[in-house]
C-alpha cells in the first residue's frame, strides 16, 4: 500500500467536479430564464453536495485518526475554514439588499439574518424554504451540525468513536426517516446525514478492511467513474428526501470510495489546473450565484438573450469562466 504524502489529490479532483456540477446547474437555469430555454442537461448538477458531504465525512476521519486533536482545536480549525467566507459572503448580500433592495430576491428579518451568521436553520422569508441569506449556505448549516457532532465524538474513549459519531448519524436520519418533523427538526433529521457516516465507514472500516487483499486499484477507479456515470444518469426527479440517497447518495459513495481507494494503493495522475479548482471548491461554491447574477445582468444589457445555442453556449462559457476567475481570487484573498 502506497499513501501519498501530501493532500490527496483524488479527492481534490473531486472537490473540483462537486462544485462545478453545482455551478452547471445553477448556469443551466439561469440561463433557461434568460435564453427562454427549457435545458436539462445537468439537473443531476445538485448531486455535487451530496459528494461534498461523503468527503466531509471521510476527511474528518482521516486527519483525527491520530487522536492528537482536541474537540476545541477541532473546532477552532473547522471554524476557522468555514465562518470567514461565509460571513463575507452574507455580509455583502445583506448589503446589497439593503441598498439595492429591486436587484436580489432577499428578504431581510433579523431573526434570519442572525441566524445566518449563527449557521442555525430559519425559514426564510416569505417562503417555505429553511436556508440562510446566501441559499446555498444550508449545506453549511448541515455541515457545522456535523462537526460539532464530530467534535463531541472526540471527546470519547477511541473505542467509542466511531460508534459513537455514525451511531448519532444514523438516528438523526432514522428519527426524519419514520417521524413526519417539520422546521429545523426536519433539517436536522434529514437522510442526508447518513453521507457523512458513509465517508467516515469508508475511512475506517472499509479501507483498513481492505488493505489485507491484493484488489488492483484500477478496479477502485472503475469504480469512481461508475459513481460519476449513476450521479448523472439517475432519475434526478426522484432525488428527494429519502430518495436522494439512492440517486445521489449512493453514486457519491462509489465516487468518493473508489477515488480514495485508488490513490491508497497507487500513485494518481498530477492535473495541477483540477488540483487548484478544488482547492478553491469552497469559494466557487459560495461566489458562483452572485456571479453567475453578474453575467446575467451583462448579457441582459448587452441584449444577449432569447433563444439559440450560439447565445446559450456564450453564456455557459463566460458564466463558467467568471466563477472560476472569481472563486481562484476569492480563496487566495481568504
Known amino acids: 500500500m502506497t499513501m501519498p504524502t501530501e493532500i490527496l489529490r483524488n479527492l481534490q479532483y473531486l472537490r473540483a467536479f462537486a462544485a462545478l456540477f453545482v455551478v452547471l446547474h445553477h448556469i443551466e437555469f439561469t440561463s433557461n430564464n434568460l435564453m427562454n430555454s427549457d435545458l436539462s442537461l445537468f439537473e443531476f448538477g445538485s448531486g455535487g453536495i451530496d459528494v461534498f458531504f461523503v468527503i466531509s465525512g471521510l476527511i474528518m476521519w482521516i486527519t483525527t485518526a491520530d487522536g492528537r486533536k482536541s474537540p476545541l482545536e477541532f473546532l477552532r480549525n473547522r471554524v476557522a475554514r468555514i465562518v470567514p467566507l461565509c460571513w463575507f459572503f452574507t455580509i455583502l448580500a ?45 449545506t453549511l448549516n448541515l455541515e457545522m451540525f456535523f462537526y460539532v457532532a464530530f467534535a463531541v465524538a472526540l471527546g470519547l474513549a477511541t473505542r467509542w468513536r466511531l460508534l459513537g459519531i455514525c451511531g448519532f448519524l444514523s438516528a438523526c436520519a432514522a428519527i426524519g426517516i419514520i417521524f413526519p418533523l417539520e422546521g429545523a427538526a426536519k433539517f436536522y433529521a434529514s437522510p442526508i446525514m447518513l453521507e457523512f457516516a458513509a465517508g467516515i465507514l469508508i475511512a475506517a472500516v472499509l479501507a483498513p478492511w481492505l488493505d489485507r487483499f491484493r484488489i488492483d ?74 456571479a453567475i447574477s453578474m453575467v446575467r445582468v451583462v448579457f441582459r444589457k448587452a441584449g444577449l438573450v432569447g433563444q439559440g445555442l450560439p447565445l446559450t453556449v456564450a453564456f455557459f462559457i463566460v458564466s463558467i469562466g467568471t466563477c472560476v476567475i472569481a472563486a481562484v481570487i476569492v480563496h487566495r484573498l481568504f
Open 217 to 290: 486499484p484500477r478496479i477502485y477507479a472503475a469504480i469512481a467513474a461508475l459513481g460519476l456515470v449513476l450521479i448523472v444518469v439517475l432519475p434526478w426527479q426522484q432525488a428527494t428526501d429519502l430518495g436522494r440517497l439512492w440517486v445521489w447518495g449512493v453514486p457519491s459513495v462509489l465516487m468518493v470510495g473508489g477515488a480514495y481507494l485508488h490513490e491508497r494503493y497507487t500513485q494518481t495522475v498530477r492535473l495541477p489546473w483540477l488540483h487548484a479548482i478544488g482547492d478553491a471548491s469552497y469559494a466557487l461554491y459560495l461566489v458562483h450565484p452572485m
Open 94 to 138: 445583506t448589503l446589497i439588499a439593503i441598498a439595492a433592495p429591486s436587484i436580489t430576491k432577499i428578504v431581510l428579518e433579523p431573526g434570519h439574518v442572525i441566524s445566518s451568521f449563527l449557521f442555525i436553520p430559519w425559514q426564510r422569508p416569505g417562503t417555505e424554504e429553511w436556508t440562510p441569506v446566501i441559499v446555498a449556505g444550508w
